[in-house]
C-alpha cells in the first residue's frame, strides 16, 4: 500500500466522522437528514484542520452485531460517503462496525472511497459481541469479484476484545499481513481513547516491515510525536472532539492544534537528519 499515492503524504493523520445512531440501531431518532447535517459538519471540521483522511464509522450504532449489519445501515452509509465525497476531496474510509467487512467493501467500491477499516481480520476474537471471527478468505474473495482496488487497512488484535488465537503481537501482526493479506496494519490501546505502548508500537514495527502502520486509538498532541517514532500515520478521533469527549462534535481547533504538532514534529526530524546526514559525510 502506497500511502502517499492515496493520501498524499507518507504519514498521514486521518480523522474520523462517527455517524450518529443510523436507522434500526438501538438509538436511532428518525431522522437520516439530521444525520447527514451532522456528518457534513464533521468533514468540514476535519478538512479546515488539516486531515489528511477521513474515516466514517457507524460509531454510535452501539451495541454492534458482531458481523452483518441492518440493510438500512448498509443504505443509510451508502447515502451519506457519496454526499461526504461530493463535499470534500480527501480520501475517504468505511468502517462497519463491529466487524461487517463485506459491507464496509460494498460501500467504498460502489463509491469510490479508497479504503475500509476491518476490526478482525485475522484470528478470533472474544469481544462484547460474542466470538468474532477473521473474514480475510471472504473478504479477499469479494473485493477481487467486486473488481475493487479499495485497501484494507486491519486492526491487529483490535481493542475491546481478547484474543483467543495468537496472542502474541509479533506473531499477530505477521499472520494479519501475510496470511491475512492487510494492505496496512493498525495497532490501539485497550479501549477506545488509549494508546498502544511504546513497546507494542515497536514491536509492531519491526514485524510489519515494509507494509505501513498506523495507530488506531489514543493519540493526542500530548503524545503524538513520541507514537510516531513507529507508526506511519494516524487514525484520531476522541482527542479532536471539542472538550476531548467521544459524544461531542469534531472541533476544528483541535484539529488544527493536532495537525501542528505532527507537521512541526515531522520537519524537525527532517532537519536533524539532515545535519546528522552532513556530520557523517564530513
Keep these: 500500500m502506497n500511502l502517499k499515492q492515496i493520501f498524499n503524504t ?14 434500526t440501531s438501538a438509538r436511532w431518532g428518525g431522522s437520516l437528514s439530521a444525520i447527514v447535517d451532522r456528518a457534513e459538519q464533521e468533514a468540514v471540521a476535519l478538512v479546515s484542520g488539516g486531515v489528511d483522511g477521513i474515516v466514517v464509522e ?6 454492534f452485531p458482531k458481523s452483518r449489519v441492518d440493510p438500512a445501515v448498509v443504505s443509510a452509509m451508502t447515502t451519506i460517503v457519496t454526499r461526504l465525497m461530493e463535499l470534500v476531496s480527501l480520501p475517504i474510509g ?5 466487524n461487517d467487512s463485506l459491507s464496509a467493501m460494498a460501500i467504498a467500491s460502489c463509491t469510490g472511497a479508497s479504503f475500509i477499516r476491518v476490526n478482525v481480520l ?12 477473521g473474514c480475510a478468505h471472504e473478504l479477499l474473495r469479494y473485493r477481487r469479484e467486486l473488481g475493487s482496488d479499495v485497501k484494507i487497512l486491519a486492526d491487529v488484535l483490535v481493542k475491546h476484545a481478547q484474543p483467543l488465537s495468537s496472542s502474541d503481537l509479533t506473531n499477530a501482526v505477521c499472520e494479519t499481513i501475510d496470511r491475512g493479506l492487510a494492505d496496512a496494519i493498525i495497532l490501539s490501546g485497550a479501549v477506545t481513547g488509549s494508546p498502544p505502548s511504546l513497546e507494542d508500537l515497536r514491536l509492531a514495527r519491526a514485524a510489519a516491515g515494509s507494509t505501513p502502520m498506523l495507530i488506531g486509538s489514543g493519540a493526542s498532541v500530548e503524545n503524538i510525536n513520541s507514537l510516531m517514532q513507529f507508526a506511519d500515520g494516524a487514525i484520531v478521533s476522541s482527542s479532536l472532539k471539542r472538550q476531548g469527549k467521544i459524544e461531542n462534535s469534531i472541533d476544528p481547533i483541535r484539529v488544527s492544534q493536532f495537525v501542528e504538532t505532527i507537521r512541526q514534529d515531522l520537519a524537525n526530524r527532517s532537519v536533524q537528519r539532515a545535519i546528522d546526514s552532513m556530520k557523517i559525510h564530513k
Design 58 to 63: 457507524n460509531f454510535f450504532d452501539a451495541p
Design 122 to 133: 485475522s484470528g478470533v476474537m472474544a469481544t462484547d459481541q460474542g466470538l468474532i471471527e
Design 94 to 98: 468505511i468502517n462497519v462496525l463491529r
Design 10 to 23: 507518507t504519514q498521514p493523520i486521518i480523522g474520523v466522522v462517527h455517524l450518529l445512531p443510523l436507522p
